[in-house]
């Protein structure tokens, strides 16, 4: 079975593409060179996908059916949890102004059919490489929990909390989407990977674990239980 914690720690490639032989190659190659892959066949999907697993890139076609990959990349930008999402737009179209238009629409680069693999892997690392020293510096804040994601460090009020590596992931996901209810079913596949099979009790353990160290009492308690629906990082719950 995959090592949980390695699953998690390889950026999720978010392949919107409705030619399925072209989405067979790149997940093949990707997932060879060690990026987790998820893949939407339209922009609807994508929209949905892209919210709710926030992937670390998106490889998006231009030609799409219904929407346009442009219409998607614009939508993306104007979602609070999507914005920020690093974009590399797939075309067949090779004229320039296209190309303005794909960069002007948040594209963070552009890559025309047909392409090298190598070099389409090239262009996902750069744009990583761009766009992630960003995330590291990143300082996140709910009420009075922090999370200094370079230093990996996890205060409350002026209190140093100390995580394990799963509660840390579970803290990440809770404040990357606060206020937003997860299923058990949602958790692990984020924070535990799609791929390994862990029972939905676990979660319940290790929220239980979470909760121990960040609150002194029941009262400061900032995860929420949903009952029969899952765990939000919320406002103090009535
Ligand atoms: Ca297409």
Redesign the pocket.
Same mark, same amino acid.
């Given at each position: 079975m995959a090592n949980s914690n390695n699953n998690a720690a390889k950026p999720l490639i978010l392949i919107v &593409? %409705? &030619?399925v032989p072209l989405v067979t190659m790149l997940k093949y190659n990707l997932e060879q060179e060690g990026f987790r892959t998820a893949a939407a066949g339209d922009g609807e999907v994508a929209l949905v996908m892209a919210d709710e697993e926030t992937p670390s890139l998106m490889l998006l %076609?231009?030609?799409?059916p219904r929407m346009s990959g442009l219409e998607v990349c614009r939508q993306l930008r104007r979602g609070p949890r999507t914005r920020s999402i690093p974009i590399i737009m797939l075309t067949a179209r090779g004229e320039e102004d296209d190309r303005v238009r794909g960069l002007n629409s948040g594209a963070d680069d552009y890559i025309a059919k047909p392409f090298s693999i190598v070099e389409l892997i090239a262009r996902v690392r750069a744009v990583l490489r761009r766009t992630t020293p960003s995330h590291a510096d990143e300082t996140l804040q709910f009420g009075d929990i922090s999370m200094d994601l370079a230093a990996h460090r996890v205060r409350r009020s002026e209190r140093d909390i100390h995580l394990g590596p799963t509660e840390y992931r579970l803290l990440l996901h809770f404040m990357q989407h606060p206020g937003r209810v997860f299923s058990r079913e949602q958790l692990l596949d984020t924070v535990w990977g799609r791929d390994v099979y862990v029972e939905p009790r676990t979660v319940d353990v290790h929220i239980r674990r979470l909760r121990k160290a960040l609150n002194e009492t029941e009262d400061d308690d900032l995860i929420r239980t949903v009952r029969s629906a899952g765990y939000a990082l919320d406002a103090k719950s009535a």
């Open positions: &593409e %409705d &030619e %076609d231009w030609m799409l």
